[in-house]
């Protein structure tokens, strides 16, 4: 090995370690700032008193694990009902033959172009008209949309290589369409159900913009990242200790979601995007 290739190698360990480093500090900051006394601001300096009274505060008086609660039906709720969305919407365009199925196909992706703020109107006035403000079902219906439309371009390019010979033997068998889709291109397309099922569920439990704007009047109701928000700016005041103590507790469950089941996330992507 030449000595250009070995300064190669450690030029790129230098420069990803101070990236890793770089993006460490805001974190290592949020937790100082967590367990720091007497906190006034996020321009304060390095907390020189540490305490568990940021913590303690969270439990005792907010609404913190009913935020919690909230997130995760919501989540859940999300998660359900985008799988179900995104395996019919991927039989359809992978197996069916239809008039207008690839003018379908890019419509969802030009859907996809468009900013989420310029429809912000719209989902207020759905939301208004339907009685679904303040309540936890109408996150669950539009996030379960949005994550459906977002998944359902990887979710194709996977659906598209289980050979179609097999739904023609299955028919000669004297399967109808739903058994077909049920117990035979579902049960080869688990990979792809993971990284749907993975994906929609961090989508719902991390949404804020949506969230902040159909779920700001009844507090008991409100996912967590709107409850964490009204802990800097509203009935709280300004308590930067107790949110950053919030946004600790609050990020552990994606923490655990996403290294427990990180072979299927990383994995799902990039057998999708190959096979696509």
Known sequence: MGKRTILTKILIQVVLFLIAVITLIPFVYIILMAFGKNII??????????T????????????????????????????????IFVSISVYVLSRLKMYGRERFFNFLLIIQIFPLTLSMVSIFNIFASFGLLNKPIGLIFIYA????????M?????????????????????????????????????????????????????????????????????????????MIVGQYGINWGIYCSGAIIGSIPMIILFYSLQKYFIGGLVEGGVKQ
């Open 52 to 83: 568990f009274q940021n913590f303690n505060m969270l439990f005792t008086e907010t609404r913190f694990l009913r935020w919690m609660g909230v997130s995760f039906l919501v989540a859940g709720g999300t998660l359900i009902l985008a799988v």
């Open 154 to 230: 990887v979710a194709k390019g996977y659906f598209d290589t289980i050979p179609y010979g097999i739904d023609e033997a299955a028919k000669m068998d004297g399967a109808n369409t739903l058994q077909i889709l049920l117990k035979i291109n579902l049960p080869l397309a688990k990979p792809m159900l993971a990284i749907v099922a993975i994906q929609s569920f961090v989508i719902a439990y991390n949404e804020y913009t949506i969230a902040s704007t159909v779920m700001t009047d009844n507090i008991d109701t409100m996912p967590l990242a709107v409850g964490l928000q009204s």
């Open 41 to 50: 601001g996020v321009s304060s300096s390095i907390p020189r008193e540490f």
């Open 145 to 152: 949309t949005m994550a459906s439309i977002s998944l359902v």
